[in-house]
C-alpha cells in the first residue's frame, strides 16, 4: 500500500518556524521527486518544493527562496520541509506530493499537477500576523 504519511504543520507566529515532514512507504523512494505543494483558501493549489530522490535536484518557487529548505533522508524513505522566517501569506493546507514525472512540468502550470502519482492527506500551516 502507498502511503505518503505527513507530519507538522500547526500554528505560528510571523516570523517563526516549522518543520514538515513526509513519510513515503510502499514504492521505490528513488524512483520519484518528492515534495510539497499548498493551497490556501481561495486559490489554486501550487508547488513549493520539491526534491528529486535520485540526484537530490531541488526546487523552490520564488516566493520561499531563502526561506524555505527541503531535504531528504533516503535511509528513512523521508522529505523535510524546514520553513523559516514564515509569513501570514504562507498560510494554507500543505499536501505532500510524489511524482515521476519533470518536476518543472509538475510546477509550471496548475495542469501539471494531474502528473503527480500520490498525495498526502496534507496538513495545516497557520501564520499569524
Known amino acids: 500500500e502507498v502511503q505518503l504519511v505527513q507530519s507538522g504543520g500547526g500554528l505560528v507566529q510571523a516570523g517563526g518556524s516549522l518543520r514538515l515532514s513526509c513519510a513515503a512507504s510502499g514504492f521505490t523512494f528513488d524512483d520519484y521527486a518528492i515534495g510539497w505543494f499548498r493551497q490556501a483558501p481561495g486559490k489554486e493549489r501550487e508547488g513549493v518544493s520539491l526534491i528529486s530522490s535520485s540526484d537530490g535536484s531541488t526546487y523552490y518557487r520564488d516566493s520561499v527562496k531563502g526561506r524555505f529548505t527541503i531535504s531528504s533522508d533516503n535511509a528513512k524513505n523521508t522529505v523535510y520541509l524546514q520553513m523559516n522566517s514564515l509569513k501570514p501569506e504562507d498560510t494554507a493546507v500543505y499536501y505532500c506530493?510524489?511524482?515521476?514525472?519533470?518536476?518543472?512540468?509538475?510546477?509550471?502550470?496548475?495542469?501539471?499537477?494531474?502528473?503527480?502519482?500520490?498525495w498526502g492527506q496534507g496538513t495545516q500551516v497557520t501564520v499569524s500576523s
Open positions: 506530493a510524489a511524482t515521476q514525472a519533470p518536476i518543472v512540468v509538475v510546477t509550471s502550470t496548475p495542469r501539471g499537477q494531474r502528473l503527480i502519482d500520490y
